[in-house]
């Protein structure tokens, strides 16, 4: 039945979109809610999720239309809290650095260092996910090759050879010259 709806969206016809919205609204609302932990956010997301599915359904390769959305729901609710959590860290950041100035140092210094901090910040989002973990986990968060490879379920040989893997990844796509 749904193979049947999915053609008929893509031929252009709302009504069998809507009839996908109605059966699939919940699964979508759960899924997501499930991850944000917070019902208007998680409305929001799920309107934003069937976005998604309308402007993905060309992509759709009848794999299991249920498993589908709620990948696209998952994902996207994923996408949601990272946001939110790393705009929350750029907001206490920036509390931090305003309003506890040491003694004698200028604005000019500081607003220079968090410029620096948010540039930084920037670059690691362009590292590999699998990288990027332990090169926060390791040189902001301060924690040791075990603590990463607990954290990570992964054996300690691993956390050492994606730090070194990740170090050479930023020696071939940035320059020094980036960072100051």
């Given at each position: 039945?749904?193979?049947?709806?999915?053609?008929?969206?893509?031929?252009?016809?709302?009504?069998?979109?809507?009839?996908?919205?109605?059966?699939?609204?919940?699964l979508v609302f759960?899924?997501?809610?499930?991850?944000?932990?917070?019902?208007?956010?998680?409305?929001?997301?799920?309107?934003?999720?069937?976005?998604?599915?309308?402007?993905?359904?060309?992509?759709?390769?009848?794999?299991?239309?249920?498993?589908?959305?709620?990948?696209?729901?998952?994902?996207?609710?994923?996408?949601?809290?990272?946001?939110?959590?790393?705009?929350?860290?750029?907001?206490?950041?920036?509390?931090?650095?305003?309003?506890?100035?040491p003694p004698g140092?200028?604005?000019?210094?500081?607003?220079?260092?968090?410029?620096?901090?948010?540039?930084?910040?920037?670059r690691l989002n362009?590292?590999?996910?699998?990288?990027?973990?332990?090169?926060?986990?390791?040189?902001?968060?301060?924690?040791?090759?075990?603590?990463?490879?607990?954290?990570?379920?992964?054996?300690?040989?691993?956390?050492?050879?994606?730090?070194?893997?990740?170090?050479?990844?930023?020696?071939?796509?940035?320059?020094?010259?980036?960072?100051?």
């Amino acid at each position: 039945m749904d193979d049947a709806l999915i053609e008929k969206i893509k031929s252009g016809n709302d009504h069998a979109f809507r009839i996908i919205v109605e059966k699939y609204r919940n699964l979508v609302f759960h899924t997501v809610y499930g991850v944000l932990r917070n019902e208007k956010d998680a409305e929001d997301a799920a309107q934003e999720v069937f976005l998604k599915i309308y402007t993905s359904l060309p992509q759709y390769e009848k794999q299991g239309f249920t498993t589908w959305v709620t990948r696209i729901a998952v994902n996207h609710a994923i996408d949601i809290k990272r946001k939110k959590t790393r705009r929350h860290e750029e907001m206490n950041v920036e509390y931090e650095e305003t309003s506890h100035a040491p003694p004698g140092e200028s604005v000019e210094r500081l607003v220079l260092q968090r410029e620096k901090k948010r540039i930084i910040h920037e670059r690691l989002n362009e590292l590999p996910d699998h990288y990027r973990t332990v090169v926060k986990g390791f040189y902001i968060d301060d924690k040791t090759y075990e603590e990463l490879a607990a954290e990570l379920d992964v054996k300690l040989k691993t956390v050492e050879v994606r730090l070194y893997r990740a170090r050479q990844w930023m020696k071939k796509h940035w320059k020094e010259d980036d960072f100051s």
